[in-house]
C-alpha cells in the first residue's frame, strides 16, 4: 500500500496503542511507526462526555423553570 496505515493495537490488558505507520521512499527504504497510549484520549473523552451530560441537564433544568415561572399568561381552553 502507499500512504501511511493507521492502526489500534492492544499488546496486554489495559493497554490500548494507536500507531501510525509510513513508508519512507529514496534512498533509504523503510517503514517509520509512531504510536500513543490511548488512555488519555480515553480520559478526556469521559470527561467530555460528562460535561456535556451536566450541560443538557441544566439546560434541561432552565427551560422546566421558564416554562412554570414564565409571566406571560398561557392559553388555557
Keep these: 500500500t ?12 489495559g493497554v490500548r496503542i494507536a500507531a501510525v505507520i509510513d513508508k519512507l521512499s529514496g534512498d533509504k527504504k523503510g517503514f ?3 504510536g500513543r497510549n490511548l488512555r488519555e484520549i480515553e480520559s478526556r ?7 456535556c451530560g451536566f450541560g443538557w441537564i441544566a439546560c434541561l ?3 422546566f423553570v421558564t416554562t412554570i415561572f414564565s409571566p406571560f399568561p398561557q392559553n388555557k381552553k
Aim: aromatic letters at 16%.
Design 45 to 51: 473523552e469521559n470527561y467530555s462526555e460528562l460535561v
Design 32 to 34: 517509520v511507526l509512531v
Design 61 to 63: 433544568f432552565v427551560a
Design 2 to 13: 502507499f500512504g501511511e496505515d493507521r492502526i489500534t493495537w492492544q499488546p496486554e490488558k
